[in-house]
């Protein structure tokens, strides 16, 4: 199998408001975006990200090529556990997934 970030050429994690986090997959092509769309799951996704499925939101946007990915941030942001103010490590889990 393929990884992801062999199909993909940008993978982006990002805050979405202090409790949540967005993961976008910019697919490129219509082409890229059916394979992606098609095969990756969301189990793993949540998988990869540690986090229940039915708390993962998907967001499959045909007219941007992109599989946008939104879920809990595992701590709030700003707090003292918090290592990742920016939410920016998250798009490396991802990475390897298989397409």
Known sequence: ?????????????KNAGPFW?????FCETPDRFER???G???KDVAHALGVPEAELKRFD???LCVVKFSVP???IQGTRAD???????????L???SV
């Not at 393929?2 to 050429?9: A, E, G, I, N």
């Not at 290592?83 to 889990?93: I, K």
Request: zero cysteines.
């Open 1 to 13: 199998m393929t990884r992801l970030d062999q199909v993909v050429p940008k993978i982006r994690s």
């Open 95 to 97: 990475a390897g997934l």
């Open 61 to 63: 946007i045909a007219d």
């Open 36 to 38: 992606v769309r098609d």
């Open 40 to 42: 990756v799951a969301s």
């Open 73 to 75: 941030r595992p701590q």
């Open 21 to 25: 986090l967005t993961i976008d997959l």
């Open 83 to 93: 290592r990742d103010m920016h939410g920016a490590s998250f798009a490396y889990l």
